[in-house]
């Protein structure tokens, strides 16, 4: 038994929910964390441009009054790529027998890297549409993304989803529904959970969004197109990695000899589906650093 185990709050994934018309609308903490999460990044990315000093020359790649266009095809980016990501990566056999199934996002379902990637698609078709460069952007874009996966992890905390593994360090949590009940313990025992989701919000929201803005603001990263993207993409794909260790696996990939539910796996070990998205992320974030270095030492 977990003496100082942490019980879950009373929370719920509704903030409100209202009745018009014979049919109920609620607003969810986890829309309220993508709204303020894409208004932070507005003005982020604003008040970024409005600083000429940040960027190559002292010339910004776009005016200011741009990144609301952006932001529509970015949005589009996030919520297409997400759900095709999660259909792609994590149930592709189930939405391959009930394809409708893939229209109903208002379910749940949706993955990070897929969003990540409509990101980087609808940023790189709106870069050449507007003759804007397509590395400056995406630093614009990347410096600008951690308040988001902030307040979404914690989201995820509040909605009692995406838990961990079972713990018994002290900070363990007990959260409710399935994740209490499927720790294998004996009978009436407490299941304590790694609280994973704030994990990720530290690691992937905070001190990576503390980093890119001090690079940004004082270190002058964007100056050197590529470096702020990498640093971003290594730094989340590394804290992913990391977290994925603590977080319980998905179950889509769990079976009798695979009770971990890794994506890959020998013998026992292997990788979950998170840590196999992650690892393209490190490297090419790596490669953007290093080409953004050798621009720095070429100009020394």
Not at 26 to 42: D, N, S
Not at 105 to 128: D, P, R
Request: glycine share 12%.
């Amino acid at each position: 038994m977990h003496a100082l185990l942490l019980q879950f709050p009373d929370l719920t994934p509704e903030i409100f929910t209202i009745e018009l018309f014979g049919s109920q609308f609620a607003l969810r903490w986890y829309a309220l964390a993508y709204i303020v999460g894409i208004v932070i990044a507005w003005r982020l990315a604003v008040a970024a441009l409005r600083r000429p000093a940040l960027w190559p020359d002292t010339q910004p790649p776009m005016k200011p009054a741009q990144v609301e266009d952006l932001l529509t095809w970015i949005i589009l980016g996030v919520i297409l790529g997400g759900r095709l990501g999660y259909v792609l990566f994590y149930q592709p056999g189930y939405y391959l027998q009930n394809p409708l199934e893939i229209l109903r996002i208002w379910q749940g379902g949706m993955a990070f890297h897929g969003g990540l990637l409509g990101v980087i698609l609808a940023t790189w078709v709106y870069a050449s549409r507007n003759n804007i460069p397509r590395l400056q952007i995406a630093d614009l874009v990347a410096h600008a993304v951690p308040p988001g996966l902030l307040l979404g992890r914690l989201a995820n905390f509040n909605n009692a989803e995406l838990w961990g593994r079972a713990t018994d360090l002290p900070w363990g949590v007990a959260f409710p529904g399935q994740a209490a009940q499927s720790c294998g313990q004996a009978l009436g025992e407490i299941c304590a959970r790694h609280p994973s989701q704030l994990y990720e919000a530290l690691l992937e929201g905070l001190i990576l969004g503390v980093v890119l803005l001090w690079l940004a603001y004082r270190r002058g990263a964007m100056r050197y197109p590529g470096q702020t993207t990498g640093v971003f993409l290594a730094g989340y794909g590394t804290a992913r990695f990391v977290v994925e260790f603590a977080r319980q696996p998905d179950i889509q990939f769990a079976s009798f000899d695979n009770p971990l539910g890794l994506a890959w796996h020998i013998g026992g070990y292997g990788l979950t589906m998170g840590q196999i998205l992650s690892l393209p992320m490190i490297a090419i974030g790596l490669l953007l650093v290093v080409r953004a270095r050798r621009t720095i030492e070429a100009g020394a």
